[in-house]
């Protein structure tokens, strides 16, 4: 494995481990500050929306203007917006940072883009993806276990400490891809006046001409070619977020679990899908012949759907767990696989821009999710959430069925 390959999967850790420090503890933290429900949900809807919008704009900017120097600016972006949440008495300045996260957090998208300019063969990216995304795992995983004990022996200054400690993460990450090697980016068009180039060019002009570049180039992207890839990364994301924002809740109604042992189910379902990613390329050999990933397409949602319903039906907490196994495995080889079908259909000058659009319908899922979640468990009640996000797994069972037996026919 080579160097840069080594320091980006370095990068991915370190920011999921930052982020797993102090995300979970904002809440908490807002909450002391004096704030209601209503502003904590609006922490993750805020944060959600504005990563809807920005997902597709950082990558086209990425393509434009090189992924390596994309991926530090929003790092040190970063770093900046972590610690003022620390340091800052302010509620609003909370939601406002959360919106500027939200624009800007875009570091596993960009290190995703990253890796095929480093590693050419295609074989080799999926292996690479699937350890990547364990490692990244690890880190999530980590983070909270860490970021709670500070903050429980230190009570007073805890979160403030985190935050400086999350700020110099993103520092330090930066630093780690400053020594990625150089990245090509698009050429800029001969037409341009050199005005353009001077230096003494107006750093907000500059910024408005990149945006207006990074439009255009979403213009010239062929979205009506991926749409299938869209709507099984929606479906995944809309099934895990309503699933996920109920989670805690719904063990502890209805299996009466403590939230120290709600945090070993949690911990115990992160570990399974950081080793199904890790494993990832030896998943694939046995898709050898699946070249347009529609056969993978069909088993992660019947993964999907038999865990659910197997969840549903779970009569003790020990049987619940069984059935979180392949729940997980079916996330992870999910995420991936959509991952995958992108990048091989998708050609080198758009890729940032296509994987922020993933993203970006993974973040619209994060925000309508918790709103139907947060519905059917005020009218019906807690145990019937899951329900939603069962029938969306079976609607992509249908689909991707629909689409492997379509990608038969045509060959």
Not at 12 to 36: Q, T, Y
Not at 58 to 73: E, H, T, V
Not at 176 to 181: D, I
Not at 238 to 250: A, C, E, I, K, Q
Request: hydrophobic share 45%; proline share 3%; net charge positive.
């Amino acid at each position: 494995m080579s160097f840069s390959i080594c320091l980006l999967q370095t990068i991915a850790f370190l920011d999921l481990l930052a982020v797993g420090l102090i995300v979970p503890l904002v809440p908490g933290h807002v909450r002391k500050m004096g704030a209601n429900h209503i502003y904590v949900g609006l922490l993750g809807s805020i944060y959600a929306g504005f990563q809807l919008g920005s997902g597709p704009l950082i990558g086209s900017l990425s393509d434009l203007k090189g992924r390596k120097a994309i991926l530090m600016m929003t790092l040190l972006i970063c770093a900046l917006a972590y610690t003022i949440i620390g340091l800052t008495p302010s509620i609003a300045m909370i939601l406002v940072i959360r919106a500027v996260l939200g624009l800007f957090k875009q570091t596993q998208m960009l290190t995703k883009a990253l890796v095929p300019d480093y590693e050419k063969n295609e074989q080799k990216q999926s292996g690479i993806y699937g350890k990547m995304a364990a490692i990244s795992g690890a880190g999530i995983t980590l983070g909270p276990v860490i970021g709670g004990h500070i903050a429980e022996d230190n009570p007073e200054n805890g979160f403030t400490f985190i935050a400086v400690v999350v700020g110099f993460c993103f520092i330090f990450n930066a630093g780690l891809a400053y020594f990625l090697p150089k990245t090509s980016s698009k050429k800029r068009s001969k037409g341009k006046s050199s005005k353009n180039t001077a230096p003494s060019k107006n750093i907000i002009h500059s910024f408005i001409g990149n945006i207006k570049q990074s439009v255009i180039e979403l213009y010239k992207v062929k979205w009506s070619e991926y749409w299938d890839i869209f709507l099984f990364k929606a479906l995944i994301g809309f099934t895990m977020g309503v699933y996920y924002s109920n989670y805690s809740l719904y063990l502890k109604t209805q299996y009466q679990l403590t939230p120290k042992y709600v945090g070993y189910v949690i911990s115990f379902q992160g570990v399974i899908g950081s080793i199904s990613s890790f494993f990832i390329g030896y998943i694939n050999n046995f898709y050898t012949h699946d070249i347009d990933y529609s056969l993978r397409n069909f088993h992660v949602f019947v993964l999907l759907s038999v865990s659910l319903s197997g969840l549903i039906v779970s009569y003790n907490v020990f049987t619940y767990i069984i059935w979180l196994v392949p729940l997980a495995i079916g996330n992870a080889i999910g995420r991936l696989v959509t991952l995958e079908m992108i990048l091989k259909r998708s050609h080198g000058d758009h890729r940032g821009t296509l994987i922020g659009a993933s993203n970006s319908v993974r973040s619209l899922s994060g925000v309508i999710a918790p709103m139907v979640a947060g519905f059917i468990g005020e009218y019906f009640g807690v145990a019937y959430v899951i329900y939603a996000s069962f029938c969306s797994t079976i609607l992509g069972l249908a689909l991707s069925y629909q689409y492997r037996y379509k990608q038969l026919k045509i060959d």
